[in-house]
């Protein structure tokens, strides 16, 4: 039992290095508290490997994992372009500093929601689900959350480090940015499984580059528009200025004027 949960730590923990869920770690401890995070980490990874280990224990098929993931890259699309809209709105100076996005929904289940769909078909999810086929299902249950949580902890202390020093725009645009960047490579790992990792995450830049430079565009636009009407609305009326003076004419002697 011992050694089959120190085996499904050490797997799932190398496994998560360098993986997207230490970039979506980083990327909500950035936004949320981070004992939230790590809370909805943990929670997501329990129920999605004690699913991955049901399977692979009790049925030795798989889910329908294209499905899942489709529905996962078109969540993290909608986050990622909403997300930009908050931060890009032009709803007062351009210089001010906005107001961090308050979400619609409590963070925790945010985070819960995300990672769940993120892990469903992810290769962790293969790899316990491979190991419990062989091993006592609850020690890899037990060792492949820890492991998890322990290499997402260490991208959550990252998050902490880099928000100390960036300000809520910056925070705010590079999330909306990275959702976009998860949810355009989940999409082409559906469109085309048989591309080659760094080909796919080199296509998958292409969705936020687009996106950012789209929103920069309009936000210019609606700036520059802005300044126009404020411009309109300072300058004198010409026509009002002889009404004024017939208003108040001139009421010194002949003498003096």
Do not use: C
Not at 131 to 155: I, K, P, Q, R
């Amino acid at each position: 039992m011992i050694a089959t949960i120190m085996l499904s730590i050490g797997i799932v923990f190398l496994a998560e290095l360098g993986d997207k869920s230490q970039l979506m770690a980083l990327t909500f401890a950035l936004r949320y508290r981070w004992w939230v995070v790590l809370g909805g980490i943990a929670t997501a990874s329990a129920a999605a490997h004690v699913l991955s280990v049901g399977v692979g224990y009790f049925l030795g098929s798989a889910l329908p994992t294209r499905a899942i993931a489709l529905v996962a890259a078109l969540t993290f699309l909608g986050v990622g372009l909403w997300t930009l809209r908050e931060h890009f709105s032009t709803t007062g100076a351009d210089d001010a500093e906005p107001e961090a996005p308050r979400a619609k929904a409590a963070p925790f289940f945010i985070v819960v929601s995300a990672f769940l769909l993120a892990e469903l078909g992810d290769r962790t999810m293969f790899a316990t689900a491979a190991l419990a086929t062989d091993h006592n299902w609850v020690g890899v249950w037990v060792g492949s959350t820890v492991g998890m949580v322990a290499a997402d902890a260490l991208a959550i202390a990252l998050g902490i480090l880099v928000g100390k020093h960036l300000p809520e725009r910056a925070i705010g645009i590079g999330s909306g940015l990275l959702f976009l960047y998860f949810g355009s490579m989940t999409l082409i790992s559906v469109a085309d499984p048989e591309l080659s990792g760094l080909a796919g995450a080199g296509l998958a830049v292409l969705a936020p580059a687009v996106a950012g430079a789209a929103f920069v565009v309009l936000r210019r636009r609606s700036s520059a528009r802005l300044r126009r009407k404020e411009h309109r609305y300072d300058a004198p009326d010409s026509a009002t200025v002889p009404a004024v003076r017939a208003d108040h004419p001139d009421r010194r002697p002949r003498s003096e004027r």
